[in-house]
Nanobody
Framework: QVQLVESGGGSVQAGGSLRLSCAAS????????MGWFRQAPGKEREFVCL????????YYADSVKGRFTISRDNVLNTVYLQMKSLKPEDTAVYYC???????????WGQGTQVTVSS
């Protein structure tokens, strides 16, 4: 069982930056692939990025590539999402997620709101 708690959301102007954190409980954090997803009002939840257990492989959605960076600290049991050059269309609730296998993400955080104003 893994519990995830996001933090770091807030309001920022377009072009600004934010860093989200996701603190995980459980001694097996280092074995999980971690991901970030987001859901904008009236839209489906969408994939943002993921990082494998070792941090050696990262995938990004095209919409955030070059602006967002995912990283993790397996000692602190935390995954980060550094967001730069934010756009109003990045406004959403951002969710941290974890998966133990190659399929779906098993565990989800409660989400943190990111609002980007123009």
């Amino acid at each position: 069982q893994v519990q995830l708690v996001e933090s770091g959301g807030g309001s920022v102007q377009a072009g600004g930056s934010l860093r989200l954190s996701c603190a995980a409980s459980g001694r097996t954090f280092s074995t999980y692939t971690m991901g970030w997803f987001r859901q904008a009002p009236g839209k489906e939840r969408e994939f943002v990025c993921l990082i494998t257990w070792s941090g050696s492989v990262k995938y990004y959605a095209d919409s955030v590539k070059g602006r967002f960076t995912i990283s993790r600290d397996n000692v602190l049991n935390t995954v980060y999402l550094q967001m730069k050059s934010l756009k109003p269309e990045d406004t959403a609730v951002y969710y941290c997620a974890a998966r133990s296998g190659p399929a779906k993400f098993d565990y989800w955080g409660q989400g943190t709101q990111v609002t980007v104003s123009s």
